[in-house]
């Protein structure tokens, strides 16, 4: 089951591509070896990975040759033999098939904006303007409520030949807007009039000026790097150090004796577990969404300055804590208490200032004799000197050389960059940190201890550039594009624009949103009618 990849740079300097083409539940059997051969602490048991059984389409149905489908397909299988593995210590012999739907898999990275209210799936809201009504409008506008705001994150060409830049606006755009001297108030009818004044501006500078700006101000950005650029830089050598999947014992502290599992009528492998989820928009909250659907409960901190999500909440419970207030703080104290988990998902070291840092956790966990599992979700890893930049999902699709390829498998040659179509590497890091946030909590349980996993957007992407995975042909690509004729991706569009376009080209081009066992609905929410998303895969 060795690689089937070659070094070719078909798509560009360090690309990879497949000399043959492996129908998907094909590939994801001999990725699934590879990816438990290298994982610290995972089984590497032949009999336990064949027995896995993946089924779906032969073909992926995201577009780009990118396997991320694959990818996803193998990371939840490795979700369920570790679930299988706490189920037997929990008393429970025969833990039953683990069936990954290879189909559901490639959903499964779009689940943001896969959802329908009332039968009206997600892109239909939005061109009807329902969906206005059902999200925080305040913090909506101040991220994204006009065209140049909107275009504040976008991919822009600049004075270096062949080089592109990634600017995301985050949650205030304006400060990045004027950082580039543009007036925040400069009309834009459209968001297509919005991204030529930004372009404008931006193409005045070289890349390297753009990143200065961006570190300088404290902005997310950054350079549309390919796939060998990206891998000598000093950073991305840094990652290279790293595992995907990535955790340690903390000897540190003082020992702690095993943790058993609760005991708990609920037969899922995480029923009875606390977690404590502080996090922000998609991958630390796919991550508690993850662990929640194995029976852990799950509370998410929240903060009216994050933007409302539709599908990342199901099965979790919510406090909304503002951490600058002395009160505040005193209520996450006391919630850290009892957890068995917790999920940091904001930039690197930020709670730390704030006094909720892995060091003032183990103290905590040393107190009461019971362990913790601390995991840190970010864009750029442990270490290296990016390791405390803002990032978000674009930005490191950008960094390890993602939007490079996508742009040159779409037909550019001169390192004109896209977005990936889906937050790819948001919820596949989600499902990474639920991975090790099991392989954690199993060890607590036989050893003790208490442990601290890493978890990052940009080692995703760069795993998914790596020979050993490797990328589609053009031909394969072709094919896809064949099959759901999904319209034209653009350097211009934001993440949103793509979203809604996938869901669009799902809904018209496939059966998914027909195959009622793909799906799970919820009649208690706060929209007053049915709220359909997407079934956990395992």
């Not at 406090?319 to 850290?336: I, M, N, P, S, V």
């Not at 068995?340 to 730390?352: A, P, T, Y």
């Not at 996938?502 to 027909?514: A, I, L, N, P």
Request: hydrophobic fraction near 40%; aromatic fraction near 8%; charge should be negative.
């Amino acid at each position: 089951m060795g690689s089937l990849a070659m070094a070719d740079g078909e798509y560009g300097p360090g690309s990879y591509v497949d000399t043959k083409f492996t129908p998907v539940p094909e590939e994801c059997t001999r990725l699934l070896h590879y990816l438990a051969k290298i994982t610290p602490g995972f089984t590497k048991d032949r009999a336990v990975l064949d027995a896995v059984r993946f089924e779906g389409g032969d073909y992926p149905c995201i577009p780009g040759p990118i396997k991320s489908q694959a990818l996803t397909a193998v990371l939840h299988a490795m979700v369920g033999i570790v679930g299988q593995e706490i189920l037997e210590i929990r008393g429970q012999k025969d833990a039953g098939q683990i069936t990954i739907n290879t189909d559901q898999a490639g959903l499964y990275v779009g689940t943001p904006p896969l959802f329908s209210v009332g039968g009206k799936w997600s892109h239909e809201l939005v061109e009807s303007g329902e969906i206005n009504h059902m999200i925080a409008a305040a913090n909506r506008d101040k991220a994204l409520g006009t065209p140049l705001r909107y275009r504040a994150t976008a991919i822009y060409p600049t004075k270096t030949p062949g080089v592109w830049y990634q600017w995301h606006g985050s949650t205030d755009p304006d400060a990045l807007l004027q950082a580039m001297g543009i007036d925040v108030k400069t009309p834009a009818a459209t968001p297509e009039e919005a991204y030529e004044i930004i372009k404008k501006v931006s193409i005045k500078y070289s890349a390297r000026e753009l990143e200065m700006i961006a570190m300088e101000h404290g902005l997310c950005g950054c350079t549309c790097f390919s796939p060998q650029a990206w891998r000598e830089t000093l950073m991305g050598k840094a990652l290279l150090r790293h595992h995907l999947i990535e955790y340690s014992e903390q000897t540190q502290a003082p020992p702690t004796a095993p943790a058993p599992f609760p005991k708990s009528a609920d037969k899922r492998p995480l029923a009875g577990i606390k977690v404590v989820e502080l996090a922000r928009i998609i991958a630390a909250p796919a991550l508690g969404a993850a662990l929640a659907s194995f029976g852990a409960d799950v509370v998410r901190v929240t903060s009216r300055k994050l933007i409302l999500q539709f599908t990342l909440t199901a099965g979790k419970t919510e406090a909304e804590l503002d951490l600058g207030t002395e009160e505040h703080r005193q209520q996450l104290h006391k919630l850290l208490e009892e957890a068995d988990v917790i999920i940091q998902g904001f930039r690197r070291k930020s709670l730390e200032r704030k006094g909720f840092g892995l060091n003032e956790l183990l103290k905590m966990a040393s107190k009461r004799n019971k362990g913790i599992v601390y995991i840190d979700e970010n864009c750029f890893g442990p270490d290296g000197y990016w390791a405390e930049r803002p990032g978000w999902q674009q930005i490191a699709d950008a960094a390890a050389g993602n939007s490079y390829v996508m742009g040159n498998a779409y037909g550019y040659r001169d390192g004109t960059s896209v977005l990936p179509s889906l937050p790819i590497s948001d919820m596949s890091t989600g499902i990474t940190g639920t991975i090790t946030t099991m392989l954690a909590l199993r060890d607590r349980a036989k050893y003790g201890g208490s442990y601290h996993g890493e978890v990052a957007l940009t080692k995703y992407n760069a795993t998914t550039m790596e020979k050993e995975i490797g990328l589609y042909t053009r031909d394969v690509v072709a094919k896809m594009q064949e099959i759901y004729q999904y319209p034209p991706m653009t350097p211009d569009l934001h993440v949103e624009d793509l979203f809604y376009m996938m869901v669009d080209v799902w809904q018209k081009k496939s059966k998914f949103f027909e195959t009622e066992k793909l799906w799970v609905d919820f009649d208690d929410n706060p929209y007053g009618k049915t709220l359909r998303i997407l079934a956990p895969l395992v």
